[in-house]
């Protein structure tokens, strides 16, 4: 009998120690992503003449929302069509290059998560945006697995904390913000309902001098992102939580949507519009 006893016990401690360690990686991997080689070769691309290019960039080294990213593809190259716009989607790094990164208006930051790209190619995309250029980032864009002051400074305004997780997705009312630019919510209701995962920042973006168009009611969600040994992560941001914001950085623009985590909200006819208002923003005034 003892001998039964010592088994078990010994079964679970394993157990335990196997799901501890798992939890350690999946922790790692979400906050940090692993470490990957970086691509460096520029790649082949012929940019038509007579059409905006856009850079579509879904790599990923954290969190791999790709659900979110494969039902994001058809519906930006079906804006694309529409509105005569040429589409580059790639994961390979090498196109952030100073000659080829200088032919696209918008570069977007398509749930990338982790350290996608190398310092170099960081400085490479700075330089570009505070030169005219365009960086849009959709949801997993906006967790604090990329280490980058900059990118933190400039396209988010403020740190990521965590997001719900019981539950994890909530329904609520999207709400346009006072300070709206008409030409960013053109078409889209003053109020509208939407499902996602509600990320939660440490300050509210607000105060960094960022343009909100969208937030959410706070107060109308459970935001405690508590879970197993996680019990300092039961807040939200209040009453006032953007959802989509953007600012003037240099000569250039940023835009941020923390909207988007799977597949539904490329079904919502009315976050398609936010971002096809955004990729004509991000353009607005360029040759």
């Keep these: 009998m003892k001998k039964i006893l ?18 350690g990686v999946f922790i790692y991997k979400v906050k940090y992503g692993f470490p990957v ?10 940019f038509p003449a007579d059409k905006p290019a856009i850079l579509l960039f879904s790599k990923t080294t954290g969190f791999r ?7 994001s593809k058809p519906v930006i190259t079906e804006l694309a069509k529409k509105n ?7 994961e390979e790094g090498g196109v952030f290059n100073e000659a080829q990164l200088a032919k696209f208006s918008t570069v977007i930051f398509n749930n990338s998560t982790g350290e996608v790209i190398n310092d170099e190619q960081k400085r490479v995309l700075e330089k570009y945006v505070e030169n005219g250029g365009s960086l849009m980032g959709i949801h997993g864009a906006g967790d604090d697995s990329h280490h ?11 740190k990521f904390s965590h997001h719900p997780i019981s539950p994890q997705f909530q329904k609520t009312d999207v709400l346009l913000d006072t300070q709206a630019d008409s030409s960013l919510t053109a078409g889209i209701p003053k109020v509208w309902s939407h499902s996602d995962e509600w990320y939660v920042f440490f300050k ?5 001098g960022f343009n909100i168009q969208f937030t959410i009611n706070g107060e109308t969600i459970n935001p405690s992102g508590n879970i197993l040994f996680v019990t300092d992560k039961n807040y939200g941001m209040g009453k006032d939580h953007p959802v989509a914001w953007c600012k003037p950085i240099g000569k250039g ?17 009315h976050f398609i519009r936010l971002i096809e208002n955004a990729l004509k ?3 607005a005034g360029k040759k």
């Design 6 to 23: 010592k088994i078990v016990l010994w079964s679970v401690l394993v157990l335990v120690v196997v799901l501890g360690g798992l939890i």
């Design 37 to 46: 080689s970086y691509e460096t070769e520029a790649p082949k691309i012929d």
């Design 65 to 71: 929302h790709g659900e979110s990213i494969e039902a």
């Design 84 to 90: 005569n716009w040429f589409v580059y989607e790639t």
């Design 148 to 158: 980058w002051d900059w990118y933190e400074n400039n396209l988010l305004g403020a």
């Design 204 to 208: 509210n973006p607000r105060e960094k």
């Design 253 to 269: 623009k940023t835009f941020y949507t923390s909207i988007g985590h799977n597949e539904e909200a490329w079904k919502n006819e």
């Design 281 to 283: 923003w991000t353009q």
